[in-house]
């Protein structure tokens, strides 16, 4: 007897993350897989790429199981219940159906969605989340962003939703949106790293060197990591605060940071609450794989649909 199975691809600017899943979508990936996205060569060539490792990953699977549909996370501004594409500025797509373009191209169903609300969706339902009709995930890497369930509804508001590492404040550094003073301009993984080595000179190539400094007795890698998590605590308690979440998921690399993180994060939220309900504050569980693996979950999403 031969199995269902779904194609997932997690398009990144670099990398595109592929994997085959079967019917137990908590279960492993049956095949995984990475390719380059090669984003710089230009859109028609990202497309085409990403075309080719789909058909690749097809030819592939289709040694493992019937393949039913397919599933795509993509940074940018996506309308998921349109299934639209509006821009993906550093892919260079813009007004793009990815969806039917992908089922046209390999005669599969394919659904696609944010890459934040994707691993979202996730850390939801395999991950972290499971079980919860409420939650933000923020995951806190090179940048930072957020995906909301409420009411046991993933959040898009047509492509807008969660862009919590950006605005809010008018004074500070400058920042590529056009922005000043973001909160990703200090509480990124790689605003610590960068933050710290222009107050010191000194080189640190990520977030966990500054934390490795701190525990040395670093006061200036303690003031930066200070300062990175009060502007986390900012952008949890304007979350709380509007959609009383009770449960925050951390991912992204600066998760890992376990207690030097959680600890003083809980208090900086919780000196900006009053009648408001605590969050639980807790790491993500899937890691970096949390995209493909939601792109797995949509894949079943448009077989169910096709
Ligand atoms: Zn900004």
Not at 162 to 174: L, M, N, S, W
Not at 176 to 191: K, L, N, V, Y
Not at 233 to 238: D, E, F, M, S, V
Request: charged share 20%; net charge negative; with cysteine.
């Amino acid at each position: 007897m031969t199995s269902d199975i779904v194609l997932a691809l997690d398009v990144g600017g670099t990398d595109t993350k592929m994997a085959v899943f079967g019917e137990h979508p908590e279960e492993p990936p049956l095949l995984t897989w990475t390719a380059p996205t090669r984003a710089s060569e230009g859109p028609d060539i990202a497309f085409a790429t990403l075309v080719e490792n789909a058909r690749v990953l097809l030819r592939r699977a289709s040694e493992l199981g019937r393949v039913v549909g397919g599933g795509l996370a993509v940074p940018g501004i996506i309308d998921e219940g349109a299934e639209l594409l509006i821009n993906a500025e550093n892919l260079g797509w813009r007004d793009r159906r990815l969806g039917a373009e992908l089922s046209d191209a390999l005669g599969v169903p394919f659904n696609f969605g944010h890459d934040v609300r994707t691993g979202g969706l996730a850390e939801w339902k395999l991950g972290a989340g499971r079980g919860e009709s409420d939650l933000v995930f923020v995951p806190i890497g090179t940048g930072i962003a957020s995906a909301l369930v409420l009411n046991d509804r993933l959040i898009d508001a047509h492509g807008f939703a969660g862009e919590v590492g950006h605005g809010g404040f008018v004074e500070g550094p400058d920042c590529p949106c056009g922005g000043r003073g973001c909160p990703e301009r200090t509480a990124s993984a790689a605003a610590i790293a960068r933050r710290y080595t222009e107050r010191t000179g000194r080189p640190a190539p990520g977030a966990v060197d500054v934390l490795r400094a701190m525990h040395e007795g670093n006061a200036d890698a303690a003031a930066v990591w200070h300062e990175a998590v009060e502007a986390l605590g900012q952008i949890l308690t304007a979350v709380v605060r509007v959609t009383g979440v009770p449960l925050a998921i951390i991912g992204g690399g600066l998760a890992q940071a376990g207690a030097d993180l959680f600890d003083p994060l809980g208090a900086a939220i919780d000196r900006r609450l009053t009648v408001h309900r605590r969050p639980r504050l807790v790491p993500a569980q899937l890691g970096k794989s949390a995209g493909v693996r939601g792109a797995g979950l949509l894949g079943w999403r448009a077989a169910r649909e096709a």
